[in-house]
């Protein structure tokens, strides 16, 4: 008790300071507001790649989907370091995150400047197809070299953007976590709305350069106002400071290393990664498949505002739906468990990316199945993550999240390739591709045992990470003395089993699922163990 009235007051005392700040609506609001702008301008490049291949690229499919295949190669080399060192900089999150934002539009500027050297560009969509009507068609290599350089700084800058920004919704609501996560993937998804429609209309008035370059001076003015408002997001929760010593890079990648054990771990991450290498391939070639093969680009100078305008309208169908089932999806996860959504939404993705085949040459049928896709195609993302953090230790959760960035980016890397190559030979093979791709997701998953949620107590502040796990702040200044504790209740707490850290993955586990109580006492004796 005196430990507890020795905290009091300076916590008060930051509460005052940090004012409204430090609420639950301004902190998800804020988060999910960014999250919005790296998703809205990521989205709105996957309309224009069409006329990206036809203007610049001399129409190679392959060189049009390699500008992803550079994004998530960047993305990846930062996101395992740039997990752990996120972690270790934690008092610094406000100062990372407005570096990111401002990197970010400026890789977006880099990439309109690539368009720009297209000669007779100009900022109409009219003047430049005359201007370029008679071009031998060949890759313009100096456009070709901007484009992927400055998709790599977007690509390193959004990958390290969240980072801080998830792992601080994830700690500071640990027993809503999946809903929480949810609702800041809602965000990314009004960006993914919101961006490919306005980008088809643009379209028919401006240069798909012209438009980026409107685009990226966005976030560079942003970054001012992020830094304001999360400038000190990492600092001071519930006295945690003063329980656990203060985290060094030493004490991250010994943090990681136990991380590298936990079997559970790598098959989410597995998971994660096949279901980034579904959506990246299927994302990067659907606008060249509606364009090509709907018909849904300029023809002629004619129908040029309809055609623009349905296929950023069918981009941005993919992810309405989801701005509503996404945060059902992650409350129904959170509720009665990981898996219990996951499988059923991935099987769903599966059989309707499967009839999109034969039933996709439509613009009516292209629609339908586009709806009905955007139901799962973003819910089960944050799911995933939630999965990952129920079974992680406190203080790893960056690096966790870098952990599963780059195993995702590892499998996502060539996947815009192979499907640009399939599609080269036949274009129904994208969505046969993607579907196995979903079929080897549901099969890894279905075997992998998962915790439950605690669910959230009856008037929890926005703090939940209180009682996290009730056990994860077990490690802290005595804990092996609390990992020897929780040992012997565990064992005594009706056959829960050991960590899967130690080989022998939820032992006596009857239904597949753990109660979060005992996941966190879990931790505290696997780390008691391998210390």
């Given at each position: 008790m005196a430990h507890a009235h020795h905290h009091h007051t300076p916590l008060q005392v930051n509460e005052e300071h940090r004012g409204f700040r430090r609420g639950a609506?301004?902190?998800?609001?804020?988060?999910t507001s960014g999250h919005g702008v790296f998703h809205w301008l990521t989205q709105s490049f996957i309309v224009v790649l069409p006329e990206v291949r036809d203007l610049l690229l001399g129409g190679s499919v392959i060189a049009t989907t390699s500008i992803q295949t550079t994004r998530e190669i960047a993305s990846g080399v930062v996101s395992l370091p740039g997990g752990v060192l996120t972690d270790a900089l934690r008092k610094h999150w406000g100062w990372v995150m407005a570096v990111c934002m401002a990197l970010f539009g400026v890789g977006w500027i880099l990439m309109a400047a690539g368009g720009w050297t297209v000669p007779g560009s100009a900022w109409l969509t009219a003047e430049q197809s005359a201007a370029t009507a008679d071009a031998s068609g060949e890759l313009n290599v100096l456009g070709?070299?901007?484009?992927l350089f400055g998709m790599a700084v977007v690509g390193m800058a959004a990958s390290f953007w969240h980072l801080p920004a998830v792992a601080a919704l994830s700690t500071q609501f640990s027993h809503r976590r999946a809903s929480v996560l949810s609702f800041h993937g809602v965000g990314g998804n009004v960006g993914d709305v919101i961006g490919p429609v306005l980008t088809g209309l643009l379209l028919s008035v401006l240069t798909w350069q012209g438009i980026i370059t409107i685009y990226g001076a966005v976030p560079v003015f942003l970054?001012?106002?992020?830094?304001w408002a999360f400038r000190d997001i990492g600092q001071h929760r519930h006295g945690e400071e003063q329980e656990r010593p203060a985290s060094t890079m030493r004490h991250q990648i010994d943090e990681t290393k136990i991380l590298m054990h936990n079997g559970r771990m790598w098959g989410i991450t597995a998971v994660a990664g096949l279901r980034g290498m579904a959506y990246i391939g299927f994302i990067?070639?659907?606008p060249l498949y509606l364009a090509?093969?709907?018909g849904l680009k300029l023809q002629d100078g004619e129908g040029g505002f309809e055609n623009l305008f349905y296929r950023g309208s069918l981009i941005g169908l993919l992810v309405l739906v989801g701005i509503f089932a996404s945060p059902i999806m992650g409350y129904l996860s959170d509720r009665f468990g990981r898996k219990l959504v996951l499988i059923p939404g991935m099987a769903v993705l599966a059989v309707l990316t499967f009839l999109m085949a034969s039933l996709g040459d439509t613009l009516t049928g292209m629609t339908i199945l586009l709806a009905g896709l955007g139901l799962f195609l973003y819910s089960d993302q944050p799911i995933l993550t939630a999965s990952a953090m129920d079974i992680v230790r406190e203080g790893t959760a960056a690096t966790t999240l870098g952990l599963m960035s780059t195993s995702r980016f590892i499998f996502s890397a060539i996947s815009p390739l192979i499907a640009g190559a399939l599609y080269t030979i036949n274009p129904d093979n994208l969505f046969y591709y993607?579907?196995?791709?979903?079929?080897?997701?549901?099969?890894?998953?279905?075997?992998?045992?998962?915790?439950?949620?605690?669910?959230?107590q009856a008037g929890d502040g926005h703090h939940d990470q209180g009682s996290q796990?009730?056990?994860?702040h077990d490690h802290g200044n005595d804990e092996h003395a609390h990992a020897a504790h929780e040992s012997g209740t565990q064992q005594s707490s009706g056959g829960h089993g050991h960590d899967d850290d130690h080989g022998h993955e939820d032992g006596g586990l009857g239904q597949g699922e753990e109660h979060g109580h005992d996941h966190g006492q879990e931790q505290g004796h696997g780390h008691g163990q391998r210390d």
């Open positions: 609506a301004f902190i998800i609001g804020g988060l070709y070299i901007l484009l970054a001012f106002l992020v830094f990067t070639v659907l090509d093969e709907l993607t579907t196995a791709l979903y079929l080897a997701a549901i099969a890894i998953l279905f075997f992998i045992r998962l915790p439950r949620a605690v669910p959230a796990g009730h056990g994860r």
